[in-house]
């Protein structure tokens, strides 16, 4: 990703499980900005340039814009979560019995 380039904007999740509600924010995401060339210790946890939107569920969109260093561009991996609760009731009331 060249300097002040982004990502697609990239839709995860869905519709939640069976029972349960989304909870804000529905959708959290990290990542890795990977430099350029071999293993130098240069790779590091991206900590800004992330563009993060809830959805109506379990869902949501992000996009990520390298921001950091006008002088290289740079891979990236990402990893998000969704979240949710159940709607009623809690862990205990799904556990089975016994």
């Known amino acids: 990703m060249p300097f002040n380039g982004s990502t697609p904007t990239f839709a995860v999740g869905g519709a939640c499980p069976a029972g ?3 909870i804000t924010p ?3 995401v990290v990542g890795v900005c990977k430099h350029p060339g071999f ?3 240069d790779d ?3 900590i800004n340039g992330f563009s993060v939107a809830s959805g ?3 869902n949501g969109t992000f ?3 390298q ?3 006008p002088n290289n561009a740079h891979n990236a991996t990402f990893f998000w979560q969704t979240r949710s ?3 009623e009731g809690g862990l205990l009331t799904i556990l089975p019995s016994g």
């Open 20 to 22: 349960d509600l989304g």
């Open 56 to 58: 109506t569920a379990c």
């Open 26 to 28: 529905h959708v959290q």
């Open 85 to 87: 609760k159940l709607i």
């Open 39 to 41: 293993f130098d210790g």
């Open 67 to 69: 921001v950091h260093d």
């Open 44 to 46: 590091h946890a991206i």
């Open 63 to 65: 996009r990520w814009s």
